[in-house]
C-alpha cells in the first residue's frame, strides 16, 4: 500500500468548511483513497473513498487532484462534533486487500 | 442492522487471567480483524481471518488466538493477561468495496 503524508494538526472554526490534506505521491493506478475519522476512543468510523473523480456523501467531499499525488478531504460545515483525528489511506477496493494501515493522521479541532 | 458488536465494553483482569473478547457481525462480511491501539498510538493488527475457518496473525499476534467457526463471529481470547495488554481492542469487517466497519470497542486494563 501506497504510503500517504498528512499534517498532524489543523484548526477549524466551527461553520466554516475544513479542508484536510493528503500527500499519496506513490499511489498506483489501481489504489484507492479512504478516509476514516476516530473520535475520541471510538471505534474509527468511514468517511468516503474515491478512485480518480470527485466524490460526495453526505458526510465530505473528496477532491483527488489529476495525477492523483494528492487529495483533500471537505467538510463543509464543520461542527463542534467533527472534532477527531482524520486518517488518510491509501489500498487496493475490495474485500481482499486486508486491514487498514493507519499512519498518524491528522488531528482537527472544530472551535466555536 | 446492528453493524458490528462488541462486547464487554470494559474489563478490568488481573496478571494471569485469561477472557475472551466478543466480536460479531450481522452484514454477513468474509474479513473480520481485530486492532488494538494504545494511547496515543495508531491501530495494529493482532489476527486477521478471510472467512469461517481461516485465520491468520497480524503484525501483534503474540499472547492471543482467535476461532472463525462462523460467518458472524470473531471472538479473541487472551490467555495469561500482562501488562502490556492493557489496550483498546477493536474488532472491524469489510465490505466489497473495501469499507472497513468497526465496533465500538473493548477496553480492557491489566492490573
Redesign the interface.
Known sequence: DAKTTQPPSMDCAEGRAANLPCNHSTISGNEYVYWYRQIHSQGPQYIIHGLKNNETNEMASLIITEDRKSSTLILPHATLRDTAVYYCIVRGAGGSQGNLIFGKGTKLSVKP | NAG?TQTPKFRILKIGQSMTLQCAQDMN???M?W?RQDPGM??K?IY?S?GAGITDK?EVPNGYNVSRSTTEDFPLRLELAAPSQTS?Y?C?S????????????T?LSVL
Open positions: 458490528v462480511h468474509n474479513y480483524y486492532y495508531g491501530l493488527l486477521y478471510v497480524g483498546v477493536f472491524a469489510t465490505d466489497s468495496q473495501g469499507i472497513q466497519y468497526f465496533g465500538a470497542g477496553r
